[in-house]
T-cell receptor, first 113, second 114 residues
Framework: KQEVTQIPAALSVPEGENLVLNCSFTDSAIYNLQWFRQDPGKGLTSLLLIQSSQREQTSGRLNASLDKSSGRSTLYIAASQPGDSATYLCAGQGISGTYKYIFGTGTRLKVLA | GAGVSQSPSNKVTEKGKDVELRCDPISGHTALYWYRQSLGQGLEFLIYFQGNSAPDKSGLPSDRFSAERTGGSVSTLTIQRTQQEDSAVYLC????????????FGQGTRLTVV
């Protein structure tokens, strides 16, 4: 059974800090990896998609990397802001030869003003 | 539409009743996914459609759950004889194609079975 784990489960940081969220998966046979954020009571907002041929993606203050050989992805958030407070989820697609997304357990981030 | 649309946004139903949840994907997206998120839990895969067919329905919890997609567009998730453990947020997502493209989620339907 494929599993996606996110560390840490929760994180509280002061505004302005740079931070790294980690995602690990047990099967490197994935097509792509996508990072999402979820605000309380809301759906998921797509942040970054790293396609199968890519190792990194950047959008504004966000940078995500993917290392299939080690089964790891990281999401780097630069100069964190209170508006970044949310739950961050990673999802691997194509794990175990299917197109379904397998989601991690999430990291709850709180950025203090 | 501009994004994935789900209706209703909230549904309260009595135990034993049937419910239908609707998902309107982004126009032109061929892949459609249903997930369930119970309170404080992660996202649980239910079913995935490519066009009108469902290559993977392995996540449907029981035969009370079914889903269909018609015209390669709108999808309906039906739960028969609802139970209290069915209470959750049901999320739908679509992507331009299966595999290697970005998935976009709707705001979800919050189902409460009383």
């Amino acid at each position: 059974k494929q599993e996606v784990t996110q560390i840490p489960a929760a994180l509280s940081v002061p505004e302005g800090e740079n931070l790294v969220l980690n995602c690990s998966f047990t099967d490197s046979a994935i097509y792509n990896l996508q990072w999402f954020r979820q605000d309380p009571g809301k759906g998921l907002t797509s942040l970054l998609l790293i396609q199968s041929s890519q190792r990194e993606q950047t959008s504004g203050r966000l940078n995500a990397s993917l290392d299939k050989s080690s089964g790891r992805s990281t999401l780097y958030i630069a100069a964190s802001q209170p508006g970044d407070s949310a739950t961050y989820l990673c999802a691997g697609q194509g794990i175990s030869g299917t197109y379904k997304y397998i989601f991690g357990t999430g990291t709850r981030l709180k950025v203090l003003a | 539409g501009a994004g994935v649309s789900q209706s209703p946004s909230n549904k309260v139903t009595e135990k034993g009743k049937d419910v239908e949840l609707r998902c309107d994907p982004i126009s032109g997206h061929t892949a459609l996914y249903w997930y369930r998120q119970s309170l404080g839990q992660g996202l649980e895969f239910l079913i995935y459609f490519q066009g009108n067919s469902a290559p993977d329905k392995s996540g449907l919890p029981s035969d009370r759950f079914s889903a269909e997609r018609t015209g390669g567009s709108v999808s309906t998730l039906t739960i028969q004889r609802t139970q209290q453990e069915d209470s959750a947020v049901y999320l739908c997502a679509s992507s331009a194609q299966a595999g290697n493209t970005e998935a976009f989620f709707g705001q979800g339907t919050r189902l409460t079975v009383v």
